[in-house]
């Protein structure tokens, strides 16, 4: 399994960019999906999950309202669409997936998934 994400860029505070995340291989129709970010001296950070299987979506309390996860219906690419960007939100962002379902009070958690994108930087000047 192969992840590939990019969109990130840099951007002034109040705007808006949106991540892209491919995959390839095979994964089970219902394995998560999430996006994760690190910023420079932090640990990576859950930023939104998809439960495939419920087709529902989760987030950081410091991404809620300003950020949005979809998936297209071929279910191989997923999106990140960050609005009103704050300097805060500046961070590598990572796509990630798994194998096998996953019960929801462990998608935020990094250690549980076994496939990583490459990350993508967002920068966001004040």
């Known amino acids: 399994v192969q992840l590939q994400a990019f969109g990130g860029g840099l951007v002034q505070a109040g705007g808006s960019l949106r991540l892209s995340c491919t995959t390839s291989g095979h994964t089970s129709s219902s394995a998560p999906m999430a996006w994760f970010r690190q910023a420079p001296g932090k640990e990576r950070e859950f930023v939104a999950g998809?439960?495939?299987?419920?087709?529902?979506?989760y987030y950081a309390d410091s991404v809620k309202g300003r950020f949005t996860m979809s998936r297209d219906k071929a279910k191989i690419t997923v999106y990140l669409e960050m609005n009103s960007l704050k300097p805060e939100d500046t961070a590598v962002y990572y796509c990630?997936?798994?194998?096998?379902?996953?019960?929801?009070?462990?998608?935020?958690?990094?250690?549980?998934?076994?496939?990583w994108g490459q990350g993508t930087q967002v920068t966001v000047s004040s």
């Open positions: 990630a997936t798994r194998n096998r379902r996953i019960v929801i009070s462990a998608l935020s958690q990094a250690g549980q998934y076994e496939y």
């Open positions: 998809l439960d495939t299987w419920s087709s529902r979506t």
